[in-house]
């Protein structure tokens, strides 16, 4: 591996700054890393356990001399962050973002970049349900898609040296529409994770069952809902917040579509039901034939915990 | 080990019996396996791979003489199955079934069981999404918990035994009233499931987004949605109808509680939105301090596929 740029600024030292300035350390794909976090124990864990080369406290300090500044916070704190960093950008810089939603972060933070700045705004599909400085680990975006939304100017050049990045992290890139990467993400991402919160809080809110009983008796189904339900609150929050358009549209479709096959179960129709499970299944297969996950047996934990 | 009961008929040859010929056969705690499934396609697999240690083309001659008789075919499929076998059981056999709803299995099969013979319904809460002879393996029960539902007449004696086998395979047991016990399912299993087959519909529907999109950017919540959804639909087509009020109850309290966190979106009231997001964590904490789960990054997946 070569080095990519010169000095690379994390903004926001959580899973996914943390993942990359793993990733861009074992690559040699910096000559430095420089990170800073709004709260200072972050900031005091990330210098404990050497996260960056160097952890600023300033967010001016450590975007000043970067050639790539990655804002990696909360999609509602963007546009506050950009128009506190924009003065002391360095001209010929990048700045990328990390955040789940692009059209609302594109709006946020466009206007504060300076002109001679290159935005380039994207999304690496990878997560876990852990958060913080001590989350990250430098293979979470390997054989993972980073999606890159470029503005209509954005530098051709610069798009592809981001690229470059993100492929020696190990990562596929792939280029979309802001608003349609949004549409998409709805679908895969933001609606199922709002689903998950509401069942794991009706388990919550039910006297009969306890919460030992939801948890002793947790099988595959609701096992992984909770997983989804234990992700960043804070994260999470703002990406309803500002992918609000696509996530009531998707979860509309849903409740229409949960009433059908509810008023099948109360009448009794079987053949709909069964109609219904055969097409999902479909869909499994194409995600398995897409290398997206594994097909072993309850994700090959069977031998440890079952399924 | 030893043997716990000398002969064991298993009928229905998918994914649970198959996995509990081969947890028996491993740990030597039975003299002879018997088994046998309604498709002749399905009995020549289980002969081809030495399944049991004997295939019979007849229900009748499987439960001949046998000392347990597995029932493990689909919830709607278990009152005739009763109805058949009834008139070739051994006097003091114990009879058991796998189904994951007990009340409406109990109501069609206890009626055709005869006079000293015992009734002992049960349910592993294990499995995978996948489903057929070939499907099965002798650790699929380990750690896991299976819960009886002893009828109020069960044989204190013969209950212990089913026990003894059930702990043998590597399982927890556990005894519930029936009725609770489908409340619970309808909570951690049932609707989870619904929930999941009806948001991978929504994406099959979505004509802006397309299939392959959904697949290849289809990130932990979504992918893990799908996986719930490539479940056997006969299975689960005949959980629904059988377990219809207690599901129905589940999905209503859902939809209502969904509605109340699409209303926070709309509204913006973010404050709402984390302090939900806050409480669900909690439970999933409570399920990795339960053991029922792992709590390694993505499933310890990530190195290989990445979450």
Redesign the interface.
């Known amino acids: 591996m070569s080095v990519i740029y010169d000095r690379v600024a994390l903004i926001g030292l959580g899973l996914i700054a943390g993942s990359m300035a793993h990733a861009i350390r074992e690559g040699g794909l910096a000559r430095e890393t420089v990170g800073f976090a709004r709260s200072a124990q972050t900031r005091e864990i990330a210098r404990e356990i050497g996260l960056c080369d160097q952890i600023t406290d300033s967010v001016a300090e450590a975007v000043a001399g970067a050639d790539l500044v990655v804002l990696a916070v909360p999609v ?1 704190a963007m546009g506050d962050l950009a128009a506190e960093i924009a003065p002391h950008l360095k001209p010929g810089a990048t700045v990328t973002d990390v955040g789940s939603v692009k059209q609302s972060v594109i709006d946020a933070v466009a206007p504060h970049i300076p002109e001679g700045v290159h935005f380039i705004p994207g999304h690496p ?6 958060s913080g400085p001590r ?1 990250g ?1 430098a ?7 980073w ?1 890159l939304t470029p503005l209509p100017d954005s530098d051709p050049q610069a798009v592809e040296r981001l690229s470059d990045l993100v492929r020696a992290m190990g990562a596929k890139t792939d280029r979309m529409e802001p608003a ?1 990467h949004d ?3 709805a ?20 006297r ?2 306890t ?1 030992e ?19 960043d ?2 994260m ?3 990406v ?2 500002h992918n ?1 358009e696509a ?2 549209d ?2 509309g ?3 229409e ?3 059908v ?2 008023r099948a ?2 009448m ?1 129709d ?1 053949q709909q ?2 109609d ?6 479909a ?5 398995i034939e ?5 097909d072993a ?11």
């Open positions: 509602g599909l990878a997560g876990t349900e852990h989350a680990f293979s979470l975006f390997r054989n993972r898609w999606l349609h549409l998409v993400l679908v895969t991402s933001h609606a199922p994770h709002l689903i998950a919160y509401t069942m794991v809080g009706v388990a919550d809110h039910l009969q069952v919460d009983q939801v948890i002793q008796y947790s099988a595959a189904g609701f096992r992984d809902f909770t997983r989804i339900a234990a992700s609150p804070t999470w929050r703002d309803f917040l609000k996530t009531l998707i979860l479709r849903f409740t579509e949960l009433f096959l509810q179960i109360r009794g079987g039901l069964f219904y499970f055969t097409r999902t299944r869909i499994r297969r194409g995600i897409a290398g997206q996950d594994t047996p309850d994700f090959g934990r069977a031998a440890k915990t079952g399924g």
